[in-house]
């Protein structure tokens, strides 16, 4: 009898843990923002793309004194990661194929102010003052090889606040679903819809005023009530979004982006001592018309969620992927997996969220993807199940 009372108890502890857990989920599923896209009023034009403006990159001023000293870096997360194994690794279109011809769309080149890139610092020195050190490089030489895979599922995201228009960047993460910061999406103020921009365009492989797999509309867009509701500032735990993008009717199919270009997986609690790459169209490199990548080794601060790497990248960049092991299988390299993932590669970590107030430093930083990046595109995908 005593046993049984036991076991009960036990059972029972066991049982409200799951409810709670539960409960906690489903008050963060809850908190979700999103919002639709409106035909009637949302688009670009010409003079919306010659206008165009880089996303200023959020400095962290409400960052705590010394929060990225080195004594303050947390130790390697124990909780379990969690490795998506949902993706395309995708070969880019040939050129002279049919779809190619109906995609390949020129933007016009922005013009671009003086004032837009007076916050850009000096771009002369590989590590900044707190020896976060990196390297710097365009993604690729040439268009075709920035066409091919993994380079292919990262684009430049145009949208509009009001009806000024910016360009932050962005990343296939399903079929149809970009990933990007939410602050290229909400404001971040009022923690509802009245916060969110709009005209959300993608363009995938975007290089020097070229499309080469068109423009792609958006039909829903979805963020954190962490961030919808966190004030603007950063660092913000959760400073991410989803985008889901619209198909396209080629050749009298609906088809959608991730088919043609592939798209990237995803990782939780993965940021922290790994060799990361963030990818991006910085506005203070080659004018923001060409992809740009950065190497670092990711450093975590376990209480604020957040993450840091050496980067001279700017405004622009907000949005982009951090990625462990970017780049393209070669021919020799080991297929097993490990722990259930092939060779960890092309996982996106974190997006590019904010960097150091004072420029010298070369820093950039982004929220770390956890549990609730996973309620959130699982929200993101029973809603919209063909986008992924």
């Known amino acids: 009898m005593k046993l049984f009372v036991k076991n009960t108890a036990i059972l029972n502890i066991f049982l409200l843990i799951l409810i709670g857990k539960n409960v906690i989920a489903q008050n963060y599923l809850n908190s979700i923002v999103s919002s639709q896209i409106n035909q009637s009023i949302e688009g670009f034009s010409y003079e919306d793309y010659r206008n165009t403006k880089p996303m200023k990159m959020p400095r962290e001023v409400s960052a705590p004194k010394n929060i990225f000293d080195l004594k303050n870096q947390a130790p390697l997360s124990e909780k379990q990661k969690f490795f998506s194994n949902d993706f395309e690794s995708i070969g880019a279109i040939n050129n002279n194929s049919t779809e190619f011809k109906i995609l390949l769309k020129n933007i016009p080149l922005p013009i671009y102010q003086q004032e837009d890139f007076n916050d850009i610092g000096d771009n002369s020195r590989y590590y900044g003052t707190s020896n976060f050190k990196y390297s710097s490089a365009r993604v690729a030489n040439t268009s075709a090889e920035e066409n091919t895979y993994p380079h ?12 000024i228009a910016y360009v932050c960047t962005a990343s296939l993460v399903r079929k149809s679903i970009l990933v990007t910061a939410g602050h290229c999406v909400h404001s971040g103020i009022g923690g ?20 080469p ?37 080629i050749n009298s199919q609906l088809t ?20 990361l790459t963030a990818v991006g169209y910085p506005g203070n490199l080659d004018n923001g018309q060409v992809k740009h990548r950065v190497e670092s080794v990711g450093r975590f601060y376990g209480i604020y969620n957040i993450g840091a790497w050496g980067s001279d990248m700017e405004q622009g960049s907000s949005g982009g992927p951090v990625v462990m092991n970017y780049g393209s299988y070669y021919s020799n390299s080991s297929l097993a997996p490990i722990n259930n993932v092939r060779n960890y590669s092309n996982y996106i970590v974190s997006v590019t969220s904010f960097g150091a107030t004072d420029k010298a430093v070369k820093r950039q930083g982004g929220s770390e993807l956890n549990d609730n990046f996973k309620l959130l595109i699982n929200r993101a995908c029973t809603e919209n199940p063909w986008a992924c």
Do not use: C, H, M
């Not at 997986?265 to 993965?270: E, K, M």
């Open 192 to 211: 509802d819809q009245k916060g969110f921009f709009n005209s959300f365009e993608y363009v995938p492989s975007y290089r020097n005023g070229v499309a």
């Open 213 to 249: 797999y068109g423009t792609w509309n958006y039909s829903k867009v979805y963020t954190s009530g962490i961030w919808a509701s966190g004030g603007g500032v950063v660092p913000n735990t959760e400073d991410w979004a989803l985008i889901v993008l619209q198909r396209k009717d």
């Open 152 to 163: 292919s599922a990262i684009g430049k995201l145009y949208f509009k606040k009001g009806s």
């Open 256 to 275: 959608t982006v991730g088919a043609i270009t592939g798209w990237l997986n995803f990782a939780t609690f993965a940021l922290g001592g790994e060799q």
